[in-house]
């Protein structure tokens, strides 16, 4: 069985960084927000989408428990996005990884945001 090791940056190197599934959505300088702390989590969503308001509400829940702090954009804005996801929005992320589709589940991510 194969087993991921996350091997830890030589002094004086920069840290691995993974590119993030929707880099062009959410580019890098805007996954840090002023205060420093990284966003963690992202929605990739469209406006009157139904089910991209219920997640928009669970994901305010869940950052609000757990002091994190989620970042939003349409898909309708990235072409490259929308060929690739479709309509399998809303698509949620978790540092930078897609994390869930169409529904969230809060309990998932509450236990995944609070391991680290």
């Known amino acids: ?3 991921h090791v996350r091997r830890r940056p030589s002094p004086g190197s920069a840290p691995f960084v993974r590119p993030h599934d929707a880099e062009e ?3 890098r300088k805007d ?5 420093g702390k990284p ?3 992202s929605m990739l ?3 009157g989408c139904h089910l991209c ?14 002091a994190e702090l989620f970042i939003e954009a349409s ?10 996801y479709g ?7 978790l540092d930078g990884q897609q994390f869930d589709y169409y529904q969230l589940d809060v309990p998932r991510l509450v236990e995944a945001l609070t391991k680290r």
């Open 1 to 3: 069985m194969f087993r």
């Open 25 to 27: 959505a959410f580019p």
């Open 31 to 35: 996954l840090i927000a002023d205060s």
């Open 39 to 41: 966003i963690r989590v």
């Open 45 to 47: 969503g469209r406006p």
């Open 53 to 66: 308001d219920r997640v928009r509400t669970g994901l305010e829940q869940v950052t609000a428990q757990t």
């Open 75 to 84: 898909i309708d804005d990235h072409p490259d996005l929308l060929s690739r």
């Open 87 to 93: 309509e399998w929005i809303p698509v949620i992320f």
